[in-house]
């Protein structure tokens, strides 16, 4: 049995940017929803927060993970239900670290990600994977949809992750390739018991 992680996966809808700079409310999509539950299962998070303030985009992340969690969806991919049963919803980010000081007694650290340079409280993933695998407090690496995250969003985490970057000048993952990229990148050498 390995060390139990107390770290959390959020994918923030709003607020974050559109390619003007705007800030706007995102669209959820399908895919983020299995992909990134499925990422957060494989490397044992704790849960997958997805996070938007339109009540019918959480109705339909309901809906979609209720397909797969009963009934047909359950009986023809097991898997994918299981993995599912780690989606949590939440209307703010405010409100989806009240549920997890709620659930761990304490306030989680955040840790924000960007794919831009950003000036700010930089850590190496290593040193946030440490941070994670003591376990002393629980953290939530936090990714934005659309263009990132807002600056406000930024300033009010407690780390600021470095920039994926690749091997050429082109720099636009999706979020789900980002995501599996950091979380690999944070348990690299992971020590079991």
């Given amino acids: 049995m390995g060390l139990e992680l107390r770290y959390y996966l959020a994918l923030i809808h709003y607020p974050v940017h559109n390619k003007e700079g705007e800030v706007v409310v995102s669209s959820i999509t399908n895919l983020d929803i299995h992909d990134l539950s499925r990422l957060v299962k494989t490397y044992d998070g704790k849960a997958f927060y997805m996070v938007t303030p339109l009540e019918s985009q959480r109705a339909m992340i309901g809906r979609i993970c209720a397909h797969w969690k009963e009934g047909f969806g359950a009986t023809y991919n097991p898997?994918?239900?299981?993995?599912?049963?780690?989606?949590?919803?939440?209307?703010?980010?405010?409100?989806?670290r009240e549920d997890i000081?709620?659930?761990?007694?304490?306030?989680?650290?955040?840790?924000?990600?960007?794919?831009?340079?950003?000036?700010?409280?930089?850590?190496?993933?290593?040193?946030?994977?440490?941070?994670?695998?003591?376990?002393?407090?629980?953290?939530?690496?936090?990714?934005?949809?659309?263009?990132?995250?807002?600056?406000?969003?930024?300033?009010?985490?407690?780390?600021?992750?470095?920039?994926?970057?690749?091997?050429?000048?082109?720099?636009?993952?999706?979020?789900r390739c980002a995501a599996a990229i950091v979380l690999d990148r944070l348990f690299v050498g992971r020590k079991e018991p």
């Fill in 101 to 175: 000081r709620e659930e761990e007694g304490e306030d989680p650290l955040l840790a924000a990600t960007s794919a831009r340079e950003q000036e700010g409280k930089r850590v190496p993933y290593r040193e946030l994977g440490r941070v994670i695998q003591d376990g002393m407090r629980p953290v939530v690496v936090v990714l934005g949809t659309g263009w990132g995250l807002t600056q406000e969003v930024i300033r009010g985490c407690h780390y600021l992750l470095e920039p994926i970057k690749g091997m050429g000048r082109y720099n636009h993952l999706s979020v």
């Fill in 79 to 96: 898997n994918r239900g299981e993995a599912l049963e780690l989606v949590r919803v939440s209307p703010s980010l405010e409100e989806m």
